[in-house]
């Protein structure tokens, strides 16, 4: 078992198993997570002994989204006029979507619990997706006055169809793991106990297969469903708008109420 920095790797008979691993924080999103998803994805596959990669969540959630209190600082410091970041787009090359979709292995998401937000952006940026029972969705920047990030806005669309997609997105209500099956937003539902005995079964199945024809398999879905420059062109939206909502009164009112825990009265400006 390798320890990254918020990040359990370990591997065993060509399998690949990474841990998102901030249990106390329903492993929401970090920094370091997000760069490590990253080099994963690029460096692993250059083990030809590695086949097939599995990603979940230490405790019980696979990944609870992004970091509230950080969203909080970043919409505040936009209202007050000055801007949380330089208004230039993250390189693609630091993008987990984008990298998961040009892994040359499949990937598999075990849901164990929770992933919402930015972590149901995580899940669906996998190319197979097997969720506990206990597993729960939803587009949770839509309750606290935000649009949706972190390849929701992409993903989403491609996998439950626009209409759906829409809804989730428009409402922010949260679905159950067999409600997802039903919609097609996960391949597989399983008693919590047998999640990763079930995942691993079925990697281990791909892992016995021709792995140059999966790749080229997964390369030609991906390039006509999932094509690079739409890819960026959707991050770059998402990036850009992210600077729009955190000036509107709404999003400073989400923040506050999830902060007071209370129900927030948006305003529509």
């Given at each position: 078992m390798e320890e990254l920095q918020?990040?359990?790797?370990?591997?065993?008979n060509g399998i690949a198993t990474i841990t998102l691993n901030r249990p106390h924080q329903l492993n929401a999103i970090s920094p370091a997570m997000t760069n490590g998803l990253v080099k994963l994805a690029r460096e692993l596959p250059e083990d030809p002994d590695l086949k097939v990669i599995v990603v979940?969540?230490?405790?019980?959630?696979f990944c609870a989204g992004g970091n509230v209190t950080s969203i909080a600082s970043n919409v505040?410091?936009?209202?007050?006029?000055?801007?949380?970041?330089?208004?230039?787009?993250?390189?693609?090359?630091?993008n987990y979507q984008i990298a998961f979709t040009q892994c040359e292995r499949p990937i598999i998401a075990a849901i164990n619990g929770y992933a919402v937000g930015l972590g149901m952006g995580l899940a669906l940026a996998c190319d197979i997706r097997v969720a506990s029972e206990e597993a729960?969705?939803?587009?949770?920047?839509?309750?606290?006055?935000?649009?949706?990030?972190?390849?929701l806005n992409f993903l989403l669309p491609r996998v439950v169809g626009v209409e759906k997609a829409l809804e989730l997105m428009w409402t922010g209500d949260r679905i159950d793991a067999y409600e997802a099956y039903r919609i097609g937003?996960?391949?597989?539902?399983?008693?919590?106990?047998?999640?990763m005995t079930e995942?691993?079964?079925?990697?281990?199945?791909?892992?016995?297969g021709?792995?140059?024809a999966q790749m080229l398999a997964k390369r030609m879905v991906y390039k006509t469903m999932y094509p690079e420059e739409a890819q960026i062109a959707s991050a770059e939206m998402e990036h850009y708008t992210?600077?729009?909502?955190?000036?509107?009164?709404d999003a400073l009112e989400g923040v506050r109420a999830f902060r007071e825990k209370r129900k927030p009265l948006f305003k529509g400006r």
């Open positions: 918020d990040l359990l790797l370990s591997r065993d979940t969540g230490a405790g019980r959630s505040e410091a936009n209202q007050s006029g000055r801007p949380s970041a330089p208004l230039r787009l993250t390189h693609p090359e630091n729960q969705f939803f587009v949770a920047q839509t309750n606290i006055g935000r649009r949706p990030d972190g390849g937003l996960v391949s597989k539902v399983v008693p919590a106990k047998d999640l995942v691993m079964d079925l990697a281990d199945r791909i892992a016995k021709p792995t140059i992210g600077y729009v909502i955190n000036m509107t009164e």
